[in-house]
């Protein structure tokens, strides 16, 4: 099948690169030209476990180039999956202009039948919308198809090659039968590709999103309340996780959710209960313990050293939202950083992927260096703050050595009080001592 994937970030350069695998000629177009010519050189702009052979044995075997312009890569596709960022406006909705661009340039381009498919993530009514705006312009017959996306960064060409289900919202059923067909050979183990309407289908993604983002909020206040009461809420997680209704996934207490989506789509979806008078009282309390978790981080740091961090230097691992991507969009620690630096203190800070990232962010406020432990000299405090695999084990007794003070402040809870304290480390857990 010929495809076009518009917008080549972290979902659409994992979609376009997938299905060209899957033995598709695909297209990958982005307006940022620089980008372009960066894939077209080789050169991949995020950092995504896979996804670099994935785009070299693709491009090399021909089924996928990257591309700037739009009309030729339209015309020359059956489906067209947009894939343009959507993010937040300050009133909390997600940001459509992108979206909404793109499909006028889809509609200028239309010269037989196609099918466009939203795969950003896009409030329920988005497809509608996107229907008019491309009705206005081709006399050409066409559908437009809902088709989230569920990927993890960090674990996505996995995901995107085994989905545990694809969903396609669609109101008539030829769309809904091309989507099965390109989708075939990702779910050859049988797991579902669920055809349902296109409202169905764009409240499903945020659904998802919003109760994985309420798990963790819900695990944050259960840890707070632990801090206050003495409780070890890693043994409260274990307790809850091993109940069969509960299940393991997403009761890790930390210093909050970031990243691209969950942030992002709880309040969109918060917004999206407003427009139609509907008051999201759970997701409002999501988003609030959310953004109180990093603040009653630092005033664990503060409780420990005081209001006013003026000569304290603390040492920082871990600067992506989370493990295993260079992503820091609504990351926890440049809030936690900030805070910090506001206080007085000095920073020095190591992520396996994302220095190049946290130099764009915080140019030379803080100092960003080549190895973990080079950042724990002279330091007062160790945060961890993204709990990267090869952070886990480190060397504790030449962590000792190298710091001013032995203290740790474990914003993901990776490490065990008891051995720490042995070793002579103060330790401050999220929900546990
Ligand atoms: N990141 C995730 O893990 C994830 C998972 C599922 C769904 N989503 C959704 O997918 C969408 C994309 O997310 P992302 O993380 O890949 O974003 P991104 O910012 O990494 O990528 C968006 C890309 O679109 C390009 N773009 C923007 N406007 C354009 C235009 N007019 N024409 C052509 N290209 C344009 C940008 O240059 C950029 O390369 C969002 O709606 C997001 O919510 C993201």
Redesign the pocket.
Same mark, same amino acid.
């Given at each position: 099948m010929n495809i076009t994937v518009? !917008? =080549? !970030?972290?979902? !659409?350069l994992v979609v376009g690169s997938c299905f060209a695998e899957g033995g598709n000629d695909v297209v990958c177009? %982005?307006?940022?030209q620089e &980008?372009v010519s960066r894939l077209r050189e080789g050169v991949i702009p995020i950092y995504e476990p896979g996804l670099p052979e994935l785009v070299e044995r693709n491009v090399r075997e021909e089924r996928l180039s990257f591309a700037t312009n739009?009309p030729d890569a339209v015309r020359r596709s059956l489906v067209i999956f947009l894939?343009?960022? =959507?993010p937040t406006t300050p009133s909390g909705a997600a940001d459509l202009s992108?979206v909404f661009?793109?499909a006028r340039e889809i509609g200028q381009a239309m010269d037989r039948y196609k099918v466009t498919v939203t &795969? /950003? =993530?896009?409030p329920v009514g988005t497809a509608a919308k996107i229907r008019e705006i491309i009705r206005k312009e081709t006399k050409h017959p066409f559908d437009v198809v809902s088709n989230?996306?569920?990927? &993890?960064?960090g674990a996505?060409v996995e995901d995107f090659m085994k989905p545990d289900r694809v969903i396609v919202g669609a109101d008539d059923p030829r769309p809904a039968e091309i989507l099965r067909d390109l989708y075939a050979p990702f779910v050859r183990t049988g797991n579902p590709v669920m055809i349902v309407d296109i409202q169905t289908a764009e409240i499903i993604k945020y659904a998802a999103n919003a109760f994985l983002a309420a798990r963790i909020s819900f695990m944050n206040e259960i840890a707070n309340l632990c801090d206050a009461v003495g409780a070890n809420v890693d043994m409260v997680r274990m307790g809850l996780a091993s109940d069969s209704r509960i299940g393991p996934a997403f009761l890790f207490p930390g210093v909050g959710y970031g !990243? /691209?989506?969950f942030p &992002? %789509?709880t309040l969109a979806l918060i917004e999206t209960g407003r427009e139609h008078a509907y008051d999201m009282k759970i997701l409002q309390a999501v988003h609030q313990v959310n953004i109180n978790q990093p603040k009653r981080f630092v005033e664990k740091v503060t409780q420990h050293f005081g209001q006013d961090l003026k000569g304290k230097h603390f040492a920082v691992w871990g600067l992506a939202f989370k493990p295993r991507t260079n992503d820091m969009r609504d990351a926890p620690a440049i809030s936690i950083i900030e805070m910090l630096v506001e206080r007085g203190a000095t920073v020095a800070a190591y992520d396996p992927e994302a220095l190049e990232e946290a130099k764009r962010i915080f140019q030379s406020r803080i100092q960003l260096c080549p190895t973990n432990y080079a950042c724990l000299e002279g330091a007062d405090a160790l945060l961890l703050l993204t709990e990267w695999q090869a952070f886990r084990n480190p060397n504790f007794e030449r962590m000792k050595a190298t710091m001013r003070q032995p203290v740790i402040f474990d914003g993901r809870n990776i490490y065990e009080s008891e051995t720490l304290q042995e070793l002579g480390f103060s330790y401050f857990g999220v929900g546990k001592r």
């Open positions: 518009i !917008g =080549t !970030g972290y979902v !659409g177009v %982005d307006n940022n &980008k739009l894939a343009v960022g =959507t992108a661009q793109v &795969k /950003s =993530t896009v989230p996306e569920f990927l &993890k960064q996505a !990243g /691209s989506c &992002k %789509d």
